[in-house]
Each structure stands twice: as structure tokens, then as C-alpha cells.
Nanobody, 123 residues
Framework: QVQLVESGGGKVLAGGSLRLSCAASGRTFSSYAMGWFRQAPGKEREFVATMNWSGTITDYADSVKGRFTISRDNAKNTVYLQMNSLKPEDTAVYYC????????????????WGQGTQVTVSS
């Protein structure tokens, strides 16, 4: 069982940056692949970024490539999402998620979810 708690959301002007954190409980964090997803009002939850258990494989949605970076610190049981050059269309609730070993892209491929953190980007 893994419990995930996101933090770091907030309000920022377009072009600004935020770093989201996701703290995980449990001693097996290093065996989990991690993902970030987001959900804007009236829209489905969508994939943002993923990283495999070792951190050697990462992938991003086209909409965030070159602007967002996923990373992890297994010693701290934490995964991060550095978000730069933010745009108003990045406004959403951001969720981290965990699954065993391999990075994946679909919501239904993840077993554990955090409660989400709101990111609001104004122009």
C-alpha cells in the first residue's frame, strides 16, 4: 500500500514556475513508477509525465515537453514536477500516481493516487 500527498501548488503568472512535490509512504517507494496527471474543470484527467522505478526512463505529454521535468529522490520517498514557462492552459488540479516498476500513460494503469494540488496560471 502506498499513500501519496502532493504539495507545492498555487497561483502564478504566465511565464512563471512552480515545483510540485509528492511524498510517498511505504518502504518500497523505489520499486514504483511514478506519474503526474492533471485535470482541468470539465475535462478528463490527462497524462503529464511519467518516470520508471529507477529514474532512467521519463516521458512527457507533448503539451509540456521542454517546460516540465519529472524527477525523484528515492532517499526521500518523493517525486517532483518542475514546471517552467507556465501557461494559462496549464491550470488544473495536479495529481501524482504510483504503479509498480514500469512507466505508463493511462489513468487506469496506476494503482495509487494522491488527493491533488491546484495550480492556477493567470495571464
Amino acid at each position: 500500500q502506498v499513500q501519496l500527498v502532493e504539495s507545492g501548488g498555487g497561483k502564478v503568472l504566465a511565464g512563471g514556475s512552480l515545483r510540485l512535490s509528492c511524498a510517498a509512504s511505504g518502504r518500497t517507494f523505489s520499486s514504483y513508477a511514478m506519474g503526474w496527471f492533471r485535470q482541468a474543470p470539465g475535462k478528463e484527467r490527462e497524462f503529464v509525465a511519467t518516470m520508471n522505478w529507477s529514474g532512467t526512463i521519463t516521458d512527457y505529454a507533448d503539451s509540456v515537453k521542454g517546460r516540465f521535468t519529472i524527477s525523484r529522490d528515492n532517499a526521500k520517498n518523493t517525486v517532483y514536477l518542475q514546471m517552467n514557462s507556465l501557461k494559462p492552459e496549464d491550470t488544473a488540479v495536479y495529481y501524482c500516481a504510483a504503479r509498480t516498476v514500469y512507466a505508463r500513460y493511462r489513468v487506469d494503469e496506476y494503482d495509487y493516487w494522491g488527493q491533488g494540488t491546484q495550480v492556477t496560471v493567470s495571464s
